[in-house]
């Protein structure tokens, strides 16, 4: 049997070996997902205490139920996690979910990708279906995956042959026949209660047409439906348009929210106006910035690779700007309203209630809140913080807060109180009868007033 039907039987008859590489956000639910499907699925992760979370059946990530971690690990025993990169050669898939964030330069840093792509080479069987699910900018999957892991794949006992010593020539996998590179966008929405790993359709873009064929039979035991494209390079430009249509609109909206507020308009109501327009019009919400792990990065990485092609995205460029400057403008909000009440930042305790990037998740990475939060402290104010998703925080620059209880008497002894996330435990009543001052960013409150100020 050739290595496509080796593997096309084994899914078939429900045999198939699914190695996630990396379990976080994104990693974890989708193993999840594969092993209640009734796939054995490892889990390979370089955080040994996230290993033996997941093998005690203990859940890190909001949108996983416990009880369903625990069935799978314990139970099913169709999920179990690893730091050991050598059971690779276990796997029949493996699905790569780490992490793809920018270095101190604002430029891709890729060396987790390289990291888990060096273990593949080295580790991998013949006959492996790869897929890479992390935010990147379009020609990784071709230009820097494959090459890395045929490299790699020449120090793998697989690709030597069983009768002799080969010519380091001739030593390592063959895209096509040895194993097949695809790049699948993870669309994960944490907190969404409708869309969720399954139901939310998956693009997918192989380098060849029996990968695509392989990856889809892979990825339909776990998602429901899976949108093909011709190639990876389209599939990495489908996430990034999708990211970056996000941030301009946004970027656009908190831009008119600004000059909204100069000119004494409601940027709400505004928005709720045209809204009631039936076509052509797609409601984005004003607020402090961008956050996560997707949208503030993506631009960054189109900007690298349109370097190479010499070519300048102005548009793009401008909204990120737009929205880098947002966490200074709500700064001064914050300013003028002490002002307003004869206080100067300096000594003022300032409240923030929620650091998460959006509401009911434990997600504060590239957070606008600590943004804020750093400006704030940095012109003398006493930051304290309140979320019921995060207990304690570290801002970009350094500083260390832990969340405080919500009471009465902490309300009513800060000077001003800041809306930050719009979290739905947030009894907005109760925060505004015991507050002095407030700011709020999430237009949470409806009516602005003298104790009010709104976004
Ligand atoms: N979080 C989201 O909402 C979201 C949504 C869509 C896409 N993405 C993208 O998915 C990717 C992963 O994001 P995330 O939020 O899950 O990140 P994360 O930091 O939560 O998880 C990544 C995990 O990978 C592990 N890891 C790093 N290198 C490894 C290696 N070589 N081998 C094994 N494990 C390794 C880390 O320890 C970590 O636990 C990123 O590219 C991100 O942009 C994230």
Not at 81 to 102: G, H, N, Q, S, Y
Not at 141 to 152: A, C, F, G, K, V
Not at 308 to 322: V, W
């Amino acid at each position: 049997m050739t290595n496509k039907q080796t593997i096309l039987k084994k899914i078939s008859t429900n045999s198939e070996v699914v190695g996630i590489i990396g379990l976080g956000y994104v990693g974890l639910p989708l193993a999840v997902n594969f092993a209640e499907a009734g796939v054995h699925v490892i889990g390979f992760e370089k955080s040994k205490e996230k290993v033996d979370l997941v093998n005690s059946g203990k859940n890190y990530i909001g949108d996983i139920r416990d009880a369903v971690l625990r069935e799978v690990v314990v139970e099913k025993l169709t999920l179990e996690a690893t730091t050991d990169a050598t059971r690779m050669k276990e796997c029949d898939a493996l699905i790569i979910a780490v992490p793809t964030p920018l270095d101190k330069f604002r430029k891709p840093d890729m060396s987790y990708i390289e990291s888990a792509c060096i273990d593949i080479g080295k580790n991998m069987k013949s006959g492996t279906f790869i897929s890479l699910e992390s935010t990147t900018y379009p020609t990784t999957t071709e230009d820097l995956m494959l090459p890395l892991i045929m490299e790699y794949s020449k120090q793998n006992p697989y690709f030597v042959s069983p009768l002799g010593e080969m010519s380091e020539g001739q030593r390592g996998g063959k895209h096509g026949t040895d194993f097949w590179l695809a790049y699948s966008p993870e669309r994960v929405d944490p907190g969404n209660k409708d869309f969720h790993t399954r139901n939310t359709p998956k693009v997918m873009g192989a380098m060849t047409e029996d990968g695509m064929e392989i990856g889809e039979a892979i990825y339909l035991k776990a998602i429901d439906n899976i949108h093909k494209v011709s190639s990876p390079r389209v599939a990495e430009m489908v996430k990034i348009l999708e990211n970056t249509y996000r941030l301009v609109n946004i970027s656009l909206i908190n831009e008119l929210a600004l000059l909204s507020g100069k000119m004494d308009i409601n940027i709400w109501e505004v928005i709720e106006a045209a809204k009631t327009k039936p076509f052509g019009f797609q409601a984005f919400y004003p607020g402090p910035g961008i956050g996560g792990h997707c949208i503030p990065l993506d631009p960054f990485y189109l900007e690298h690779i349109a370097k190479k092609y010499d070519f300048d995205l102005s548009m793009i460029h401008t909204a990120g700007s737009i929205n880098m400057r947002m966490p200074h403008y709500m700064y001064i909000k914050i300013a003028t309203a002490l002002n307003s009440q004869k206080k100067a930042v300096n000594g003022s305790k300032v409240l923030f209630l929620g650091v998460a990037y959006k509401p009911n998740i434990n997600d504060a990475r590239e957070s606008p809140a600590l943004e804020i939060m750093d400006i704030t402290a940095h012109k003398g104010g006493i930051i304290v913080y309140h979320d019921p998703y995060i207990s304690k925080i570290k801002t970009n620059a350094g500083r260390e807060y832990q969340t405080v209880e919500l009471t009465k008497e902490e309300l009513r002894s800060a000077d001003i109180v800041v809306l930050t996330t719009n979290h739905k435990d947030f009894d907005v009543e109760f925060i505004q009868k015991h507050s002095k001052l407030i700011v709020d960013l999430r237009n949470m409150i409806e009516e602005e007033n003298e104790k009010v100020v709104k976004l």
